[in-house]
């Protein structure tokens, strides 16, 4: 799986860098920087509940597949 | 010599070399019936035919993004909801081309579009234009012909931003002109929804002379890699500031002069290289040397500017372009542009802005920061040396002249 975001959506609450900081922190404004987009089997309990509690519905998560490869 | 904007809008946009987009433009704009004498009727083609010599030519668009134009052609479903959109919002100041071709060969555009939304299948046409004297000589252009009744000339001033693409189709179904927060194709969803077949103006033009050349004519100049012509805005302390219409392939120091030094490749979201080299010009030459040509625009900054500054305005006015959708542009451009002044006075090191500018990267909806990041991340490699001065006396010692522009409205400093 793969973390999407809409930036347009996104105002910086910061609770995503919270509950998976092994992929997400925050920049100086407050707003996520990505390590890694890709979720693996260990962190997609945690991706999850990141991306229900995002206030904005701005994160989200993508099932990768062969065909939409991962950059 | 310093050239600026000025000298490049007031000079007479030349061919150099074979004239195709300014054929017989040199008196002026081509009305409907110069245009005729100038310019074959472009042979009508079915979209399988017209996607074959687009193919064969290798056209890539002209806007920015030089993505295949036969592959949008064959990804744009026909029919009559279809839209045809020419984007000639051109809002980057140092950019000139796009605003050159309608004033001088409205018609030419005209052949295009229509050529494309014939093959189609459709007569919804829809021409997105800024500049006031672009969009009069179209409008007149649209008047002089029976067959563009379905033309749509919507003037469109929404920044640099607001030109993008998206945005544009966006402000066309009547929302407003700001880049989607999510993926959407254009073809795909784009006018009210529908399938849209969206190019710069210069591609429709390309588009309108590939059909009535011929393949072979069209690709008889030009590099192998992306054949014919391009027309370009050449800018600064260049032999021939403005713009210019040229065989792709030419040796990028013959279109800036061979003296050693920097050269902006691409405009303000393009790239800095420390000189010309024995660069060529084409999309997809420059492309893989790390330089993409976007909308065309090459510059040079003559020695009595200082170079830092010239830098710093053109990243406080991609700062002010930030439309303020997406937080890391909205905040990291303007943090990004206020670190370059730091470092002109000496106050900070290169790597402070070097670290903002990579915070940049991916983090938009649109390709806006990334834009800027490149810019000045590669500003920063090749002014090593200036920098070092600045970082030392905290000036350069040279006055700052405003080479490049940055289109006379306000820019937060």
Redo the contacts between chains.
């Keep these: 799986m793969r973390l999407e975001i809409d930036w347009t959506r996104c105002d910086g609450h910061g609770l995503c860098a919270r509950l998976l900081p092994e992929l997400i922190s925050l920049d100086e404004h407050g707003f996520p920087v990505f390590t890694d987009r890709r979720v693996d089997q260990q962190l997609a309990r945690h991706a999850r509940r990141a991306v229900a509690v995002c206030p904005r519905l701005a994160l989200r998560l993508e099932q990768t597949s062969p065909s939409h490869p991962v950059r | 010599m310093t050239a600026t904007i000025g000298d490049a809008e007031a000079a007479v946009p030349t061919a150099w070399g074979t004239a195709r987009l300014l054929a017989g433009t040199r008196a002026g704009r081509l009305d409907l019936a110069r245009h005729r004498d100038v310019h074959d009727v472009p042979r009508r083609s079915e979209r399988g035919s017209l996607a074959d010599a687009l193919d064969a030519v290798g056209l890539l668009g002209r806007g920015g993004a030089a993505f295949p134009v036969a592959t949008k052609l064959l990804g744009t479903r026909a029919g009559s909801g279809t839209y045809v959109v020419v984007n000639g919002s051109e809002g980057e100041p140092a950019s000139h081309k796009d605003r050159a071709l309608m004033r001088l060969a409205p018609h030419l555009v005209l052949d295009g579009a229509l050529a494309v939304a014939r093959s189609l299948r459709t007569r919804k046409v829809d021409l997105v234009v800024q500049d006031r004297a672009a969009h009069a000589s179209l409008a007149a252009a649209v008047r002089e012909r029976r067959d563009a009744r379905g033309v749509r000339l919507v003037h469109h001033d929404h920044g640099f931003v607001g030109g993008e693409v998206r945005a544009v189709t966006r402000a066309l179904s009547g929302g407003p002109a700001?880049?989607?927060?999510?993926r959407v194709l254009p073809t795909v969803h784009g006018v009210d929804g529908r399938p849209t077949f969206a190019s710069n103006v210069e591609t429709f033009a390309q588009i309108a002379l590939l059909l009535s050349l011929g393949v072979d004519e069209y690709a008889g100049v030009g590099a192998a890699d992306e054949p014919g012509t391009t027309l370009l805005t050449l800018l600064g302390d260049v032999p021939h500031p403005g713009v210019v219409e040229v065989p792709t392939g030419l040796p990028l120091s013959a279109l800036v002069g061979e003296r050693p030094g920097p050269v902006l490749v691409g405009g303000y979201h393009g790239t800095w290289l420390a000189d010309p080299g024995e660069l060529t010009v084409s999309r997809p030459t420059l492309r893989s040397a790390g330089a993409p040509l976007n909308a065309g625009v090459l510059a040079r900054l003559p020695h009595d500017t200082c170079a830092l500054g010239e830098v710093a305005t053109v990243a406080h006015w991609l700062a002010d372009q930030s439309v303020g959708?997406?937080?890391?542009?909205f905040?990291?451009l303007p943090?990004l542009a206020i670190t370059l002044d730091q470092l002109a006075v000496g106050r900070v090191a290169t790597e402070a802005a070097r670290q903002r500018a990579r915070?940049l990267v991916g983090?938009?909806?649109c390709a806006h920061p990334d834009g800027a990041a490149a810019f000045v991340a590669s500003a920063l490699t090749v002014l090593d040396r200036e920098i070092a001065v600045h970082r030392r006396h905290g000036h350069c010692g040279r006055p700052l002249l405003g080479v490049l522009p940055t289109g006379g409205g306000p820019v937060t400093r």
Excluded: I, M, T, Y
């Design positions: 700001l880049p989607p927060g999510r959708q997406c937080g890391p542009c905040f990291g943090a915070l983090r938009g909806a």
